[in-house]
């Protein structure tokens, strides 16, 4: 198997000059900046906001680097990890020729996405156990197909892919292998940032949206070769991430301790909370979870679902997702969020008797 990335690029994209912006083209000292017709008098906050931001993100991109162990080079940032998918269909995809594979059930956007730019997507359900249907992905591939989108611990059903699954994946597919690990901070599994050298075709994408609690500030991270990110850098408008978020992101990137704290805390309630659903008469079964929510598939799922609505508690419907039938989909919260959800399930199971 031999991966070629410039067969994989759109021709267009390949030979595209990227928008030079004014603090591409400058970068060094200066005391007087009259490049970027910002306004130079200021800005109704007292803070730097009449700039604009860093395009490359360099002082975010150091710190995230070294918390990742990787090199700068390697780290594309978007806003959003929505962002990511889209930019990798945009470099890789051609609209009405090339496809890819997705294992649902599994995230939405992926093919939102896809439909958004025109690719057409193929899908190789998972099996019973949520694991990879290794064949049929096999079945599905052929000369257009780009990128493989995988996702572990996976969302909707909260599981980890086998290791072994996603490496014959790797191994044997030519084209990219995305590999989403928003969830990889609340899973026993280690994140396969470490394999990059040994995957040239592998890109794996992580958020500051789920385990380090900043969904509100849009961050998403690529992980990948450096040929991959300069691909992806072409094409990733010029200031996709604003100062502020910059900004913030470098204070939140200090407090690895109390994340990994928040980590523990919520793995424990959710590891509290999945045999109190077990143990309740209406519960079928809880699917195991290697994420900061979990699946539960249950009698009568959507009408719990809207008796939790009158409580004030909103949870996931996947009752109608297929391999989720009569399955919702609950986050773990805060102690007392979990009670109130524990509460109102018991209130259902008595007004049922
Ligand atoms: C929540 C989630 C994301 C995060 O998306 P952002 O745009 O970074 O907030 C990415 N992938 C999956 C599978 C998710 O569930």
């Known amino acids: 198997m031999t991966f070629d990335l410039q067969t994989l690029v759109r021709?267009?994209?390949?030979?595209?000059?990227?928008?030079?912006?004014?603090?591409?083209?400058?970068?060094?000292t200066a005391q007087v900046f009259l490049d970027a017709n910002e306004n130079s008098l200021g800005s109704p906050l007292k803070k730097w906001f009449h700039r604009y931001p860093d395009p490359q993100q360099m002082a975010v991109k150091a710190k995230l680097a070294t918390i990742k162990s990787v090199d700068p080079s390697n780290l594309l940032l978007g806003n959003g990890s929505d962002e990511c998918i889209d930019i990798l269909?945009?470099?890789?995809?051609?609209?009405?020729?090339?496809?890819?594979?997705?294992?649902?059930?599994t995230y939405g956007m992926y093919e939102v996405s896809a439909d958004i730019n025109n690719i057409e997507i193929r899908k190789a359900m998972l099996l019973d156990d949520y694991q990879l249907n290794l064949a049929h992905i096999e079945q599905l591939v052929d000369a257009h197909t780009k990128i493989i989108w995988l996702c572990s611990p996976n969302n909707p059903t909260g599981n980890s892919l086998l290791r072994e699954d996603i490496a014959y994946v790797l191994n044997n597919f030519n084209g990219l292998v995305v590999l989403d690990e928003a969830y990889i901070n609340f899973s026993k599994q280690k994140s396969w940032i470490q394999e990059l050298q040994d995957y040239p075709n592998l890109v794996i994408l992580q958020t500051m949206s789920k385990a380090w609690g900043l969904a509100g500030l849009r961050l998403g991270i690529t992980v990948a070769s450096r040929e991959i990110i300069a691909i992806m850098n072409k094409v990733k408008p010029p200031y996709n991430i604003n100062q502020a978020t910059q900004d913030l992101m470098l204070e939140a990137l200090e407090e690895v301790g109390m994340v990994n704290d928040m980590i523990r805390e919520i793995v424990a309630m959710r590891d509290a909370l999945i045999p109190v659903f077990e143990s309740m008469p209406i519960v079928e079964k809880v699917y195991p979870s290697d994420a900061n929510f979990f699946l539960v598939k249950i009698k009568e799922a959507r009408a719990v679902y809207e008796f939790l609505l009158t409580k004030g508690i909103v949870v996931r419907d996947r009752s109608k997702v297929v391999l989720c039938d009569d399955c919702l989909r609950i986050t773990v919260g805060t102690e007392h969020e979990n009670t109130l959800l524990v509460d109102a399930f018991a209130e259902w199971i008595n007004q049922k008797q």
């Not at 269909?89 to 059930?105: A, L, S, T």
């Open 89 to 105: 269909f945009r470099c890789f995809c051609e609209p009405g020729k090339d496809n890819v594979v997705i294992c649902p059930p």
């Open 11 to 28: 021709p267009n994209i390949a030979a595209l000059t990227p928008y030079s912006s004014a603090r591409d083209e400058f970068s060094g």
